[in-house]
């Protein structure tokens, strides 16, 4: 599927026209929903000012997103460009080089987050020569960066300095805005240290796929999850069911989590497994598949982070 993005890619930019910044407003297109909310913080009321576009606005899940020829047009005009960089956009290592707009700004934010950056572990059975099964692992960096109030302060202050790269004149007012917007961030997630701190538990269980590395590891919590990261896997094995399912009634655990979109066909599985199958199911968003209409509806990173943390007081206490 990459080679076939990076043949399409190669017509898309020779048929892209040049882009003068001196002739329009400043492009600024960010990959997935949580960068556009960040970078609306950001720029505050030159939002108007600029051209600032979603690349995955139609509300399928990152994972499961391919670059259209539009989009490639997107990539190759704007000024700013800011995306992920992890698995799931490997298409944009290849999209940025080739560029027409060569002042063009990119920000790989995992390449800004550095050492902070969490990595998880893969299993891929295949068959070796003699038709046996083999396993073998595979550390993948986890991708899910955003779902961290202390790496969205660090990937904020990033964006910010690109930002001043393309449109300088104004870079006190983004400063401030930058700036205004970190102090609330840091306020929530001194919030989320407070209602782990008073919590009767400190354990979490997903019964389903788990992008909340990052989330549990700034406050200390424990967890059991069916996958690691979001695998591409849809059923658990007997022995995940049942040993999650042991594991909410060992610490008597008030509920399961999924993540939004679940089917919770692994849920219902470990809740019928458990001496407990009323236990409600909550559901955590990854932010994962907010789509265009939403972001403009009043949806923000803030208020989902806020969401998020009232699910997680439910399942501590």
């Given amino acids: 599927m990459k080679k076939l993005a990076s043949i399409l890619l190669a017509f898309v930019i020779a048929a892209t026209p040049m882009y003068s910044l001196a002739e329009n407003k400043p ?13 609306r913080e950001i720029l505050g009321e ?3 000012e600029v051209e600032l576009s ?4 139609t509300g399928a899940d990152m994972h499961n997103f391919q670059p259209t020829a539009e989009d490639f047009i997107k990539i190759s005009s ?9 698995t799931s956009d490997l298409w944009a290592d290849d999209a940025v080089p080739e560029a027409k707009n060569k002042s063009q700004v990119a920000l790989k934010l995992t390449d800004a987050l550095g050492d902070a950056l969490l990595e998880h572990e893969h299993e891929h059975a295949h068959e070796d020569e003699h038709g046996h099964d083999e396993h073998e692992h ?13 790496n969205a302060k660090v990937l904020c202050k990033a964006m910010l300095e690109a930002l001043i790269k393309i449109d300088g004149e104004y870079a006190d007012t983004y400063t401030v805005n930058c700036n205004s917007y970190i102090e609330k961030l840091d306020k929530l997630d001194k919030e989320y240290e407070t209602v782990v701190k008073n919590a009767k538990r400190d354990t979490l269980l997903f019964a389903d796929r788990f992008p909340f590395a990052y989330l549990v590891k700034d406050y200390s919590l424990n967890h059991y999850a069916a996958f690691e990261g979001c695998s591409a896997e849809s059923e658990a094995s007997f022995e995940t069911v049942a040993f999650l399912a042991e594991k909410a009634d060992e610490l008597s655990l008030p509920c ?11 849920a219902s599985a470990v809740l019928n497994a458990s001496k407990n199958p009323g236990r409600p199911l909550l559901v955590l968003n990854s932010m994962q598949a907010v789509d265009e209409e939403a ?17 997680i007081k439910q399942a501590l206490n």
């Avoid at 979603?54 to 606005?57: C, E, G, N, S, W």
């Avoid at 704007?78 to 992890?86: E, S």
């Fill in 46 to 48: 030159r939002q108007s």
């Fill in 78 to 86: 704007a000024d700013l460009f800011i995306y992920i960089g992890g």
């Fill in 295 to 311: 972001a403009k509806s009043g949806t923000n990173y803030l208020s989902i982070m806020e969401e998020n943390l009232n699910i």
């Fill in 256 to 266: 399961l989590i999924v993540i939004e979109g679940s089917e919770g066909k692994i």
């Fill in 54 to 57: 979603l690349l995955q606005k």
């Fill in 27 to 39: 492009k600024i297109l960010c990959s997935i929903f949580p960068i556009y909310d960040w970078m």
């Fill in 138 to 150: 595979h550390d993948h960096t986890d991708e899910h960066i955003w779902l961290s109030l202390k």
